[in-house]
C-alpha cells in the first residue's frame, strides 16, 4: 500500500467518492441495482443512521478506496461497497480496508460479520479468503442483490493463533 495511504471514517466530503468508487466496478461487472444506487446516493440514511459505518482510503486528500459496514442489527454486520480505484488495485489498498473494516466491527462489538459477492470476483474472493472469510452456502437468505452467489462469514483467528 503506498505509504501516504490512511484509513478513516466517514466525511460528508467524500460521499460522492462512495459513489464514484463503487459505481465504477459495478457499471464494468455487473449492472447497478436499485438497492445500490439507494445505499450509495445517501449513505447517511443507509448506512451511518443504523450504526453502521463507512471508511475510506485517503491518499493525498484524495479518497481512493472505501468500504463500508452495514449494520444488520443484533450485532450482525454485513461488510459491503468495497472499492478501490482501477489504478491503485494490487497495491495493498484493499488489504488495508478489509482489515480496517474488521477492527472497526471488532471494536464496535459485533457478533456476526458477513459479506455477499460474485463469484467472477476471485481477486477480491481471495482477498477475503485471506483476512479469515469463510464461505457459506448462497445465495444468503434475504439476499439484497441479484448478483450475490458468494456468501461468506468472518471467523476470528483461534485465541493465541497468529492471524
Known amino acids: 500500500m503506498p505509504s501516504a495511504v490512511s484509513i478513516v471514517d466517514f466525511d460528508p466530503r ?8 463503487n459505481l465504477e466496478w ?7 441495482e436499485p438497492v445500490d444506487a439507494e445505499v450509495l446516493g445517501d449513505p447517511e440514511r443507509h448506512i451511518l ?12 486528500g484524495r479518497a481512493i478506496g472505501t468500504v463500508a459496514l452495514r449494520h444488520d442489527g ?7 461497497k468495497m472499492a478501490v480505484e482501477p489504478g491503485q488495485r494490487g497495491t495493498g489498498v ?11 466491527y471488532q471494536a464496535l462489538g459485533g457478533r456476526e460479520l458477513y459479506l455477499e459477492s ?3 470476483l476471485k481477486p477480491a474472493l481471495n482477498l477475503y ?3 479469515g472469510f469463510v464461505h457459506h452456502p448462497a445465495p444468503r437468505p434475504g439476499s439484497h442483490y441479484a448478483r450475490a452467489d458468494v456468501h461468506m462469514v468472518w471467523v476470528p483467528p483461534a485465541a493465541g493463533v497468529p492471524a
Do not use: H, P
Not at 459495478?26 to 447497478?32: A, K, P
Open 14 to 21: 467524500w460521499r460522492e467518492d462512495f459513489a464514484r468508487l
Open 26 to 32: 459495478l457499471r464494468r461487472w455487473f449492472v447497478v
Open 49 to 60: 443512521a443504523d450504526g453502521g459505518r463507512v471508511l475510506f482510503a485517503v491518499d493525498d
Open 74 to 80: 443484533d450485532g450482525v454486520y454485513e461488510m459491503t
Open 94 to 104: 484493499g488489504r488495508a480496508l478489509v482489515l480496517a473494516a474488521i477492527e472497526t
Open 118 to 120: 460474485s463469484s467472477i
Open 129 to 131: 479468503e485471506s483476512a
